[in-house]
Structures are given as C-alpha cells and as structure tokens.
C-alpha cells in the first residue's frame, strides 16, 4: 500500500532506495515467472513446423496466388495463437537477455542438423526439416522451463 | 555535470511513489499486461490500481488500450517510450543512491 510520497528535492535514504530496487526485481520477476499455458507452445510448435514447406510454394501465375492466401491465413492463425495465449496469462513478457541467448543456443544446432539433413537428403529438404525441429525445440524448450521453475519452486 | 547531478535528474517522484514504482517495473517486463494482471500482482484494488495508472498516464508515461472480447471490456496497460526511458533513469537514480554515489 502506499506508505510514502516523495516531493521534487526529497531524495530517498540508502535504506529506502535498496527497499525500492528490491520491490521492482520482485515485481521483474512476478512478470518472468508467469508461466504460459502448455497448449500455447505446442500450438505455437505445429504452426512453425511446417513453415519450411513455404521454399516449395508454387511460383507460378495463378497457383502462386493460392499460395499467398493459404500464407495469409496461415499467418493470421499465429496472430490468433499469440491473442489467446495473452489473454489466458494477462500479459504479454518482454524477451529478456536470457530467453534471447536460449532462443540463439537452440537455433544454431538446429540449423547444423538441419544442414547436415540437406547435405545427405538433398537441399529441398533443409527449410522444411529447419521448421520441423525448430517446432519441435519449441515444445521441448517449454517443457525444460517448466521443469526448471518447478524445480526451484 | 558530475555523475551524481545526472542521478538526481533520472530520480523521478511521479515513478518512485511505491505502487507506481512496482506499476513501471511490472510493465518493464512486458510489453503490455492486462489491467486486471497488474491489479493481481500488486495486490491493490481497482479503484487504487485507477488511481495510480491515471497518474502515470498523465504523465505521459503509461498508455492503454481496451479490446472488447466476449462483450467483456479488457484494458491492457503498457510503457510509453517516455515511461520505459523515465524508469530506466529512475532505478539508475536509485541504484546510485544505494552504492553511496548521491548524498541522500
């Protein structure tokens, strides 16, 4: 509740000032710790799996339109996933420094593997096994945070 | 200027009332959160929850946005980029306030 109000001049005490700065990492940290619901990242998982697929859109006139439309509504079903995922949890995190490099920690293997599944199978398959595990990575970098945070609960 | 009078500039009163305080560090770490989020958090009442959002939106610092959805009205409340550089600054203040660099 509010216990004080601070006028332009009357600066806190160093007591004060260390009680405010731990109030803000409590209330940092309330935001990160709010767990999205599962279904959000599994539907967010099958949405980028097959994103790979888009390098074989047909690139002819009047297929190539379809395939606009089909990516279109694609497109539109992750705007609709993120909405209800925001509107279940209340808010909407930022991405924090740590998420940033586990996002970059997880990209740079599955881009190797993808890579290398190109190298043997051929490179039209690179794209879409890349989406593929990128979809599956999802899923399990979800899991792994979940049980990470209930483990230090 | 002296690292300690930039300091006291970045210490802003309309922030460092405790609810908005936690208000802005709540909205630090997200992009939007939803009214009734931050309400939860802060463990406050509607009514004071308006009160200290009104305050921090004249200021020009926090920015709603109301979506209708199942004939509920929800308000979403983020930082404006004038909040999110006035918090910033703000807990620069403090932090130079607690490791001795202000004369408090």
Not at chain 1, 114 to 126: C, F, Q, Y
Request: contains cysteine.
């Amino acid at each position: 509740m509010e216990r004080q109000e601070f006028t332009q001049g009357a600066l806190p005490s160093p007591q004060e000032a260390r009680a405010a700065l731990e109030a803000v990492e409590q209330a940092r940290e309330s935001v990160k710790t709010t767990q999205w619901p599962m279904w959000y990242f599994v539907a967010l998982g099958v949405w980028v799996a097959p994103l790979g697929l888009l390098s074989r859109m047909p690139t002819d006139f009047p297929r190539v339109l379809v395939a606009l439309v089909a990516l279109m509504a694609w497109m539109g079903l992750f705007s609709a996933i993120v909405a209800l995922g925001a509107r279940k949890t209340g808010v909407v995190p930022s991405f924090s420094r740590e998420q940033v490099v586990h996002i970059a920690a997880i990209l740079v293997p599955v881009a190797v593997i993808a890579a290398l599944i190109g190298w043997k199978a051929g490179t039209d398959w690179a794209l879409p096994s890349f989406s593929a595990l990128e979809g599956a990575m999802i899923v399990l970098y979800a899991l792994w945070v979940r049980h990470r945070s209930a483990r230090s609960a | 200027m002296t690292t300690a009078e930039k300091s006291i500039e970045g210490f802003n009163p309309v922030i460092h009332a405790p609810n908005r305080l936690r208000i802005c560090a709540l909205l630090s770490a997200a992009d939007q959160a939803e009214f009734a989020f931050v309400q939860d958090k802060l463990g406050v009442s509607a009514s004071v929850l308006s009160k200290h959002v009104s305050v921090l939106m004249d200021a020009g610092y926090v920015k709603q946005t109301r979506a209708v959805r199942d004939t509920r009205q929800r308000v979403w409340l983020s930082l404006t980029k004038e909040g999110r550089a006035a918090y910033k600054a703000h807990v620069a203040a403090l932090q130079a306030i607690v490791s001795g660099e202000l004369d408090a």
